[in-house]
């Protein structure tokens, strides 16, 4: 007796269509789910203290966030260890987009050499979501410094060796290893002042300190009242927050690039429809506050993962070496 296959044809099509509409019913729960992210708070921990830039440009970024997606991210302030224990608290955060950290050059690019018993690599753990600012570092100095330009400073410090004390946010910071590069680039021997955070600040202000490198929107309302003066910023173009300040590369050590960056990292693991959305919600944020942050002393970025990921090692790569060179270490 011969046997028909053809009348099995269309049953082996019907029960491969129900598998496929099995399949599909069973991913749609989770499509939905990712839809409509976010569906409850976002916490976006800042690892360091509130008032600082971190902060400033996350809680910027963040209320625009809540705007659109009509939920709240919450900033979320965990400093301490140079920005590790903030980092860290991410890194172990469920990777289901509901934990975010704005984090910057110091945690991303410097703390893994700086610190020599780090459990955790960000480059690894933390996955990029986006780049939000540049923030070139600006060298000032007290008013009573004889200088006004990167020439006259150069030759001063170079005349007076070890008369001149820079001020620092701490050890390793990009503060501290800005005006390190500088004075070995250009022969100068400094002094170097190590300070927790604001305190820097204050004492350049008092003039204990005759320079240091700071984060422009930490000093550019100092440097409006007179009360400091800029005379080069680190970045390798001018900064629009002040276009009229030369950098220090124009003024004859081109690859001299050193500052401070800005953006967003979530767990590794986080759904990539989940980064795919936080990029461009971020992207489509920063033209509202380009004037904002220009204004403070950011200039915005942008761009995609993949741009900021590579970025972001480059700047590894680029810091470890400095560090090194330096000699700084945190333990």
């Known amino acids: 007796m011969t046997r028909d296959n053809t009348s099995s044809l269309p049953r082996r099509r019907i029960v491969g269509t129900a598998a496929l509409l099995a399949a599909g019913l069973g ?7 990712q839809a409509a992210y976010p569906s409850r708070p976002v916490r976006v921990v800042v690892a360091f203290t509130a008032g600082g830039t971190t902060d400033i440009l996350a809680r910027a970024v963040a209320q625009k966030l809540g705007e659109k997606f009509k939920q709240s991210f919450i900033i979320d302030n965990k400093p301490g260890g140079g920005g590790n224990i903030g980092t860290e608290f991410v890194v172990r955060a469920p990777a289901d987009g509901y934990t975010l950290i704005v984090n910057s050059v110091g945690p991303m690019a410097v703390n893994q ?9 960000p480059l690894t753990d933390l996955v990029p979501v986006v780049q939000i600012a540049d923030v070139p570092n600006v060298l000032v100095v007290h008013p009573d410094l004889p200088v006004k330009t990167l020439d006259e400073f150069i030759a001063y410090a170079k005349a007076n060796p070890n008369k001149l004390n820079y001020g620092s946010t701490g050890v390793g910071t990009s503060s501290h290893l800005s005006s390190f590069m500088l004075s070995k680039r250009v022969g100068a021997e400094t002094l170097h002042v190590p300070y927790k955070g604001a305190n820097a600040l204050n004492d350049l202000l008092a003039g204990r300190v005759q320079f240091m490198f700071a984060t ?21 173009k001018r900064s629009r927050s002040m276009p009229d300040v030369p950098t220090v590369a124009e003024k004859g050590f081109a690859d001299f690039s050193a500052g401070s960056w800005f953006g ?22 920063l033209p509202s506050l380009q004037a904002q942050m220009i ?3 950011a200039d915005p970025v942008g761009g995609s993962p993949e ?12 810091w470890k070496l400095i560090v090194r060179d330096s000699g700084a270490t945190a333990e």
Not at 271 to 282: F, G, M, R, W
């Open 27 to 33: 991913a749609w729960p989770h499509a939905r789910a």
């Open 307 to 318: 741009q900021f990921g590579k970025f972001t090692r480059s700047e590894y790569e680029k």
């Open 264 to 285: 967003f990292f979530a767990p590794k693991g986080t759904p990539e429809a989940v980064i795919a959305l936080l990029n461009k919600s971020v992207n489509e944020a």
């Open 113 to 121: 050499t700086l610190y020599k018993n780090m459990t955790y690599d």
């Open 216 to 236: 422009i929107p930490s000093v550019i309302s100092h440097i409006q009242a007179g009360k400091l003066r800029a005379i080069a910023v680190s970045s390798p």
């Open 295 to 297: 204004r403070e002393g």
